[in-house]
């Protein structure tokens, strides 16, 4: 008589694993299929590599022409100076003649 219910529970915790471990493989099969489908990463991680390399050579090409073009002005701004120097010393030259 003490056997039986003992039996009982053994039988039930056994039925819980099992119940457990199907729900586990289902779970598992579901989610292989889904990762299967999907498409593969490699191209688009690949694609998207080589835009941010391509980024980051656009951002350094377009900081040095910024770079450029400040020294292009700035070396304007002298030669504009130089220009006005010159013609003010024209001026003071021929008013001297």
């Known amino acids: 008589?003490?056997?039986?219910?003992?039996?009982?529970?053994?039988?039930?915790?056994?039925?819980?694993?099992?119940?457990?471990?199907k729900h586990g493989e289902t779970?598992?099969?579901?989610l292989y299929q889904k990762l299967y489908e999907a498409?593969?990463?490699?191209?688009?991680?690949?694609?998207?590599?080589?835009?941010?390399?391509?980024?980051?050579?656009?951002?350094?090409?377009?900081k040095k022409m910024a770079t450029e073009l400040a020294e292009y002005k700035a070396e304007s701004a002298q030669i504009k100076n130089q220009d006005l120097t010159v013609r003010k010393l024209e001026e003071k030259v021929r008013a001297l003649e």
Do not use: N, S
């Not at 779970?27 to 579901?30: E, Q, S, V």
């Open 39 to 62: 498409p593969d990463p490699a191209p688009a991680l690949a694609m998207a590599f080589e835009h941010a390399t391509r980024a980051t050579d656009l951002e350094a090409q377009c």
């Open 1 to 21: 008589k003490t056997v039986g219910p003992l039996l009982k529970q053994y039988q039930e915790e056994i039925d819980r694993l099992t119940k457990r471990a």
């Open 27 to 30: 779970a598992f099969l579901d």
